[in-house]
Every structure is written in C-alpha cells, then in structure tokens.
Nanobody, 122 residues
Framework: QVKLVESGGGSVQAVGSLRLSCVAS???????MSWLRQATGKELEAFAS???????TYADSVKSRFTISQDNAENTLYLQMNSQKPEDTAMYYC?????????????????WGQGTQVTVSS
C-alpha cells in the first residue's frame, strides 16, 4: 500500500503563487505521478504528469503557469502554481499511476492522496 500525503494548500489572491507538496511512502520514479483537481460541481481534471525520466505534460488550462517536479531522494512530488486565477480554485490531489502509461489515459491511478484545498480569490 502506497501512502500519499499532500500539503501546501490555502487561500491566495489572483496572480499569486502557491507550492503544493506530496510526500510518498515509496519511490516516486516507479510510478507516473500526476496532479489532479476537482472544483465544486465540476469533473475531475488531471492536469500535470511526470514520468520516471522527468518528462512532464500539462493540460492547456495550466500550461506555462504550473510546474510539476519531483525530488526522488525525498520521495516528494511538487506543484508550483504561479499566476493563479479564481478558476484554479479546487481540491488538489496527487496520484500514482501506471509508469508505462504516462501521461495517463483516463483515471488510471493506483493510489491517491487525501487532497488539499486551494482557493484563489479575485
């Protein structure tokens, strides 16, 4: 069983920045690691992924504003969020998925964190 614990969420004003962390109980490079979010009343969105080689992919909604990275020595996944918008308000989750399908096709995740709330005010 892999445990993922997110932290770093909070409230920020528009154009501000936050950095989320996700500490894993196992080696990150054995999985495709992703950040997902779900706003109230909206579908779950997987918007950033990183594979074992460090290759990153982003959804258009966050491209050029968000950066996913990982520290393999610390088993920690990060999400740097800059130029935030009110529409970024959501519960944010990290997830570990199939390392051979990265970015994942559909909700193909083996493990999830409990989530951390991000609220962006205008």
């Amino acid at each position: 069983q892999v445990k993922l614990v997110e932290s770093g969420g909070g409230s920020v004003q528009a154009v501000g920045s936050l950095r989320l962390s996700c500490v894993a109980s196992t080696f990150l490079y054995t999985y495709c690691m992703s950040w997902l979010r779900q706003a109230t009343g909206k579908e779950l969105e997987a918007f950033a992924s990183i594979d074992a080689a460090g290759k990153t992919t982003y959804a258009d909604s966050v491209k050029s504003r968000f950066t996913i990275s990982q520290d393999n020595a610390e088993n920690t996944l990060y999400l740097q969020m800059n130029s935030q918008k009110p529409e970024d308000t959501a519960m944010y989750y990290c997830a570990a998925g199939n390392p051979y399908s990265c970015p994942p096709v559909g909700p193909d995740f083996s493990y999830w964190g409990q989530g951390t709330q991000v609220t962006v005010s205008s």
